[in-house]
């Protein structure tokens, strides 16, 4: 087995801004945390450097006006109507190189979709793509171009069957919304609720419209929802899914913000949820694109998707952290010395009322979806 693991450090000369919860140097920490585990070094491992994308790639999904617009607010200052576009002080801010940024980020993507599509290995990894809020014409949720999208559409473009897995905590929503109306790809989010969390969006009634009816599917998680829920719904409905649509390419996005110790987020899941979900799209994905996500502390980001890594290069490693790792990452504010933790800090494992609720989620995908998804 062949994999690649795309990334640079030219990432880190852009920043969202002091107060912003989305830090770069989480990309830097896991690439660090990776490489201290000897995991860019195996024979089987390709380490690609990223390249920016091209202005073209990004017209498969957005419109010129908008790419318009970001590339004037490349130079750091706000013009025109770029409120009415998501872009602004708050969630969406407009730093020197956000264009630059954006063509790095989906560069990756799209370096990380050739690898697997040319056939040259099974698995590629971009830890700095999945920003799976933008839309066509508006930046939203952090995410300013959806590298996701673009990627999912060079792999339309190549002849490839594509299902999507969402795992971040917040709905898959931009990349839903670009495929509702297609059975060509099969998405597929589960997230906390949009009830309680942004963007509000991604109830398992959204199943898609027209020809793309049964080809978006949702598992909307209430807040406090643990490992063993989580892992009983996503059993219950991912596999089954992927088997009957049989994807050519199976593209994740890996968001870490589902922890109990997230700041953002309501989810309760530990790191040994998360493994165990990766293990499971390991042996469900034929071919594997996987990509980053959320992830707002930032040493869950750096050991989660280190463990991701490892999962995909069928790797075991040992819980103690490198102490050459620990010794710089703590100037980053990285304080852990564990990979994994103790099992015994984490929550509890079972919540009842969450378990009732999702049962009744799974059984309206199963009644809803499960007789239209098809090859
Ligand atoms: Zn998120």
């Known amino acids: 087995m062949k994999t690649a693991f795309v990334y640079t450090d030219d990432y880190l000369d ?168 297609t059975h060509q790809v099969l998405t597929i989010s589960l997230h906390e609720t949009g009830y309680t969390l942004f963007p509000g969006t991604g109830f398992e009634y959204e199943i898609g419209e027209g020809e793309g009816e049964g080809y978006a599917v949702n598992l909307p998680f209430p807040p406090g929802t ?26 994740t996005q890996l968001g870490v913000d589902t922890f109990y110790d997230d700041p953002l987020t309501n989810l309760r899941l530990s790191i040994f949820g998360y493994e165990r979900i990766l293990k499971r799209i390991k042996d469900l994905a034929p071919r594997w694109v996987a990509l980053g996500g959320g992830g707002y502390n930032i040493s869950n980001v750096a050991r989660a998707w280190t463990l991701a890594w490892a999962v995909m290069n069928g790797i075991e490693l040992k819980e103690d952290l490198p102490e050459s790792f620990c010794r710089e990452a703590e100037k980053m504010g990285f304080n852990e010395r564990k990979l994994r933790g103790n099992p015994t800090t984490s929550p509890d494992s079972v919540n009842e009322e969450n378990r009732v609720e999702m049962e009744r989620v799974v059984r309206y995908i199963k009644e809803k979806i499960f007789p239209k998804v098809r090859h």
């Open 14 to 181: 852009y920043d969202y801004g002091p107060t912003h919860p989305l830090r770069i140097v989480r990309l830097k920490l896991t690439y660090d945390l990776i490489g201290a585990y000897g995991l860019l070094a195996l024979s089987s491992v390709q380490s690609i450097p990223t390249v920016k994308a091209e202005e073209k790639d990004l017209t498969s999904f957005h419109s010129e006006e908008y790419l318009n617009l970001l590339k004037q607010a490349n130079g750091g200052r706000l013009t025109g109507n770029a409120y009415c576009l998501g872009l602004g002080p708050g969630d969406n801010p407009i730093f020197p190189g956000l264009y630059d940024l954006s063509l790095l980020v989906t560069g990756a993507t799209l370096q990380a979709v050739d690898f697997v599509a040319d056939g040259k290995g099974e698995i590629a990894f971009n830890i700095a793509g999945g920003l799976h809020h933008a839309m066509k014409s508006r930046a939203s949720g952090f995410c300013y171009i959806n590298d996701p999208v673009i990627g999912i559409m060079r792999l339309l473009s190549r002849g490839k069957k594509v299902a999507y897995i969402d795992i971040d905590a917040h709905h898959g929503d931009g990349v839903q919304k670009a495929f509702y109306e």
């Open 226 to 251: 643990s490992d063993d829920v989580y892992v009983w719904a996503f059993e219950e409905v991912v596999p089954e899914l992927i088997h009957a649509f049989q994807p050519d390419i199976v593209v």
